[in-house]
């Protein structure tokens, strides 16, 4: 048997031990994590009949390996779209709720009319956006995303818009975050077609998604929460076993080959070890590794979160809450990021009847976390009223804290990404996986894991199993 260690068992570790169990025979694996339950920062609250989700809430479907997985484990029936009769969102600026243009895609305008008769941007506003069509093509080399779309468009489109759009999947700072790591297509746009909004426009869609159709939505989640999807894999794991409360302390490479790994239980040794906890996390249980290479795990910034989820009784709620819910730029000197309006945006099975919405707290410039529980539900409440004018306590509140939850893509992320490859080379039975390289979406780790497990094989000297007896698409 080839004895495999696997370092956390959130989505990533789980989707590995699934893939090595369908792929090869005669494994035996070890799902080591420092919680009493597995998912990670994957966590929905039921209380009340109630779906709050503390960490991600839904997945794109446009990414198929986790669509794809989670029919493999019969979830398939369970998955939900959006709620088809609510579009778009709000920016919550100049103390007034304005629809999110319609275009709008990765902080570019690919529509001019609706941008150009957005209130967002004052005439100033607009009159850079042809700042686009004139200047010259920029530099190829890496460089923030922020300063990208600020030359090309300006800064009111950027601090308004963008900002607040694609912080919001990274809770980065758009000034800080690596344009090649993050979205290398608004390069590949510009050095084609000199203008970023032509050559987004002639950029071929990418062959569409069978589950789009199926499902009928670019977004979608379970119908009891996302907690459901590492649950389902935990269980069809046969293998595997999960090691849950004994966190790993260190590895150390055995001479000849393997690791031993310390776990809070004690020692094992094992043939391979897969890493798939945080950079920071793998940089100190690997103190055999080069100063460079740790250096390297050791720089990636991390940003804590905070998610407050709140319902109500709807006659308390005084707004109309017919989009998905609002962003909140940063120069609103709100600390809240956005607020989804969750039983607007969803439509959960047997749910109680109250409105849930999920309030979103932490920017990569801010200690978020210093705050306590009592503090964050005082802030909280404070902007809520401010924005959508509820005075009312809520029914029911949880508050969720994720500890450095988001890893920062940062100016020259991919550079350094390949040179702690070019490190790692001297442990082929060593793969470092997770959120800090490869995108943080749920689909993205999914797919992490996959590629991994297809190399498993040829690194470790093990013959797949035919494509039959793996069931894998």
């Keep these: ?162 900002a607040p759009m694609l912080s919001g999947i990274f809770a980065g700072d758009i000034d800080q975050m690596s344009l090649k790591a993050t979205f290398p297509h608004l390069l590949e746009a510009e050095q084609q077609a000199r203008s970023v909004y032509v050559g987004s426009k002639r950029r071929k869609p990418a062959p569409p998604s069978p589950y789009l159709k199926r499902y009928h939505s670019v977004f979608l989640t379970t119908d009891q929460g996302l907690q459901q999807i590492p649950e389902a894999i935990a269980q069809h794991l046969k293998h595997s076993h999960l090691l849950l409360n004994n966190g790993v302390e260190k590895v150390e490479p055995i001479a000849g080959g393997g690791f031993t790994v310390y776990g809070m239980q004690g020692a094992k040794r094992y043939d391979a070890v897969i890493m798939t906890t945080p950079a920071f996390v793998s940089a100190r249980a690997l103190p055999f590794l080069p100063d460079a290479a740790t250096n390297i795990l050791q720089s990636i910034p991390y940003a804590d979160l905070a998610v407050i989820g709140a319902a109500y009784h709807s006659e308390d709620v005084p707004m109309k809450t017919d989009k998905t819910g609002f962003l909140v730029p940063h120069q609103t000197g709100l600390r809240m990021t956005a607020v989804t309006w969750v039983s607007s945006k969803w439509r959960y099975p047997h749910v109680d009847p109250l409105f849930v919405l999920r309030a979103f707290y932490g920017r990569a410039t801010e200690n978020i976390l210093t705050l306590s529980d009592d503090e964050l539900l005082n802030l909280y409440y404070d902007e809520i009223k401010k924005t959508m004018g509820i005075s009312h306590a809520a029914e029911y509140q949880r508050v969720f804290r994720i500890p450095k939850g988001m890893p920062q893509y940062i100016v020259g992320h991919l550079d350094r990404m390949q040179q702690l490859h070019q490190y790692l080379q001297a442990w082929p039975q060593l793969f470092l996986l997770g959120a800090f390289e490869g995108g943080v979406g749920m689909p993205d780790r999914v797919h992490q894991a996959l590629v991994m497990a297809q190399a498993f094989g040829p690194r470790m000297g093990l013959e797949p199993k035919s494509a039959a007896e793996q069931g894998l698409q």
């Design 1 to 162: 048997m080839t004895q495999v260690a696997v370092v956390g068992a959130g989505l990533t570790g789980l989707a590995a031990a699934y893939y090595l169990e369908q792929s090869y025979d005669g494994l035996e694996i070890d799902l080591y994590d420092p919680q009493p339950h597995v998912g990670g920062w994957i966590r929905t609250d039921t209380s009340r009949n109630l779906v709050i989700e503390g960490g991600p809430d839904s997945f794109l479907a446009t990414k198929p390996d986790l669509v794809a997985l989670c029919e493999a484990l019969g979830l398939g029936n369970r998955l939900i779209g959006t709620n088809s009769q609510v579009r778009g969102a709000y920016i919550y600026w100049n103390h007034r709720f304005m629809p999110i243009p319609e275009g709008i895609q990765t902080g570019v305008p690919t529509k001019a009319k609706p941008v150009l008769a957005s209130p967002l941007l004052s005439l100033t506003g607009k009159v850079a956006l042809a700042k686009d069509f004139v200047l010259p093509r920029g530099t190829t080399d890496d460089q923030s995303l922020g300063h990208f779309l600020r030359r090309r468009f300006g800064n009111q489109i950027v601090d308004r818009l963008a």
